[in-house]
T-cell receptor
Framework: NAGVTQTPKFRILKIGQSMTLQCTQD?????MYWYRQDPGMGLKLIYY???????DKGEVPNGYNVSRSTTEDFPLRLELAAPSQTSVYFC?????????????FGSGTQLSVL | EDQVTQSPEALRLQEGESSSLNCSYT??????LFWYRQDPGKGPEFLFT?????EEKEKERLKATLTKKESFLHITAPKPEDSATYLC????????????WGAGTKLIIKP
């Protein structure tokens, strides 16, 4: 069972470069999320999607963009990378947006912007 | 504003030494409180959901409890494999179903 797969696992970017973090899930979940995790802080929601073609901003969307062309894939785009975007990024999915629905997480992408 | 505070930041225990982790929260109407476990280099893994004060959930050596202001994750006779960071999150009625996460408690169990 693959679950949620993220690539790459590690990446170093220079300031001003762009990149796309890939996320795919094989559970046929409609709901997908991007979080960032910084040391000493709780997970912060960047963007989420409730289905193919529908995305919305979370708590910290500035500097990021997303798209959702299929149920399986939810890539996160960083344009003009900044040191403040150094973080660990997690993609997650769930079968609903409801209270009792648990999230399934990928293994994360550790990104450094230097 | 919804908030979650976890304590302690880190906890070192000997194998078999029971203890509790705390998750204090303020939320405008609780929909649910969640506990996750996170191993180094991995994403969080779901443990429990609690919905109302007085509720308890158990899984192996872990038991989660909930009051109107906080939740405890009790660990009974822990083993080294219980070492991980434990994350707490809440979902409030005013949050559009988004989760507010605590910073976690890093638990280390020494053999």
């Amino acid at each position: 069972n693959a679950g949620v797969t993220q690539t790459p696992k590690f990446r170093i970017l220079k300031i001003g470069q762009s990149m796309t973090l890939q996320c795919t899930q094989d559970m046929n979940h409609n709901y997908m999320y991007w979080y960032r995790q910084d040391p000493g802080m709780g997970l912060k929601l960047i963007y989420y999607s409730v289905g193919a073609g529908i995305t919305d901003k979370g708590e910290v969307p500035n500097g990021y963009n997303v798209s959702r062309s299929t149920t399986e894939d939810f890539p996160l785009r960083l344009e003009l990378a900044a040191p403040s975007q150094t973080s660990v990024y997690f993609c997650a999915s769930s079968s609903s947006w409801a209270t009792n629905e648990k999230l399934f997480f990928g293994s994360g992408t550790q990104l450094s912007v230097l | 504003e919804d908030q979650v505070t976890q304590s302690p930041e880190a906890l070192r225990l000997q194998e078999g030494e029971s203890s509790s982790l705390n998750c204090s929260y303020t939320v405008s109407g609780l929909r649910g409180l969640f506990w996750y476990r996170q191993d180094p280099g991995k994403g969080p893994e779901f443990l429990f959901t609690l919905y109302s004060a007085g509720e308890e959930k158990e899984k192996e050596r872990l038991k989660a409890t909930l009051t109107k202001k906080e939740s405890f994750l009790h660990i009974t006779a822990p083993k080294p494999e219980d070492s991980a960071t434990y994350l707490c999150a809440v979902q409030g009625v005013a949050s559009n179903y988004q989760l507010i996460w605590g910073a976690g408690t890093k638990l280390i169990i020494k053999p």
